[in-house]
Nanobody, 126 residues
Framework: QVQLVESGGGSVQAGGSARVSCTPS????????MGWFRQAPGKEREFVAA????????NYGDSVKGRFTISRDNGRNTVLLQMNSLEPTDTAVYYC???????????????????WGKGTLVSVAS
């Protein structure tokens, strides 16, 4: 069974940092793009960051550019999202995702994602 297992997150003060990681199990995502989406209460799931298999292609959602950094360690089959300068509006459940491309590329929609993690909560207090 293929699973994307997230870890990290938790509660943090505004202006602080947090990191979430994603480790697939049951499958090695060769040639898959991977990344993160998030969903705040009462809102739609939105794209946060994406990284290609080689790590050479990276893209971020407009609301996190300059604050978040995505990286990938294919040797450990892990994807990391480092989040700095966190704001209360970053509070959400963060979901790890994996998808083939085309069609997803570095700007996937939720419909182009093949695999989802169960999510991990990041809560930013003001």
């Amino acid at each position: 069974q293929v699973q994307l297992v997230e870890s990290g997150g938790g509660s943090v003060q505004a202006g602080g940092s947090a990191r979430v990681s994603c480790t697939p199990s049951g499958h090695v995502f060769i040639r898959y793009y991977m990344g993160w989406f998030r969903q705040a209460p009462g809102k739609e799931r939105e794209f946060v960051a994406a990284i290609s298999w080689s790590g050479s292609l990276i893209n971020y959602g407009d609301s996190v550019k300059g604050r978040f950094t995505i990286s990938r360690d294919n040797g450990r089959n892990t994807v990391l999202l480092q989040m700095n300068s966190l704001e209360p509006t970053d509070t959400a459940v963060y979901y790890c995702a994996a998808w083939r491309t085309p069609p997803g590329g570095t700007r996937p929609t939720t419909a182009s994602v093949d695999y989802w993690g169960k999510g991990t909560l990041v809560s930013v207090a003001s």
